[in-house]
């Protein structure tokens, strides 16, 4: 797993670097890919990101047309990112090679085979993102003031 986890960030350091993106940015397109359009505060919260800086990435990142500011109907105060990346060719032909070679590679599975690795990987992002959350709490309590 350490092994897997190693290369999938370096193939998204790749894959940021190819499209010309600072790999923070290109964390949050796939955090905004994920959880679908949020507010600033909350993808300030996922990367761990001050709001300043956060500011700053949605800026760079709608400059360059992968997110749009847009407000929040519930509350005025606040604007929602949305993503908008995925309509880039740009992107999805960097990702198709990896698609393509992972499908062939899912082709030589049986459906209860895939399944099963369906299971483990959702219960294993499961206890990735309580173990992020443990060592962000930690990290947090270590560096308030007592």
């Not at 173990?131 to 308030?144: A, D, G, Y």
Request: proline letters at 3%; zero cysteines.
């Amino acid at each position: 797993m350490r092994g897997l986890g190693t290369r999938t960030v370096l193939y998204q350091e790749s894959v940021a670097a190819s499209l010309g993106l600072y790999n923070h940015d290109f964390i949050s397109v796939d955090i905004l890919h994920e959880k679908g359009p949020i507010t600033a505060g909350e993808l300030s919260k996922l990367t761990g990101l001050a709001t300043g800086s956060v500011t700053a990435l949605i800026d760079r990142l709608e400059k360059i047309g992968y997110v749009r500011r847009q407000n929040d109907p519930k509350d005025r105060r606040k604007v929602i990112i949305v993503p908008v990346y995925e309509q880039k060719e740009e992107v999805s032909n960097t990702y198709l090679p990896l698609h393509t070679a992972m499908m062939k590679l899912a082709s030589t599975y049986s459906a209860e085979e895939l399944e099963l690795i369906t299971q483990f990987l959702g219960k294993a992002s499961t206890v990735l993102e309580e173990q992020i959350e443990h060592l962000n709490t930690t990290r947090n309590s270590k560096s308030s003031p007592t």
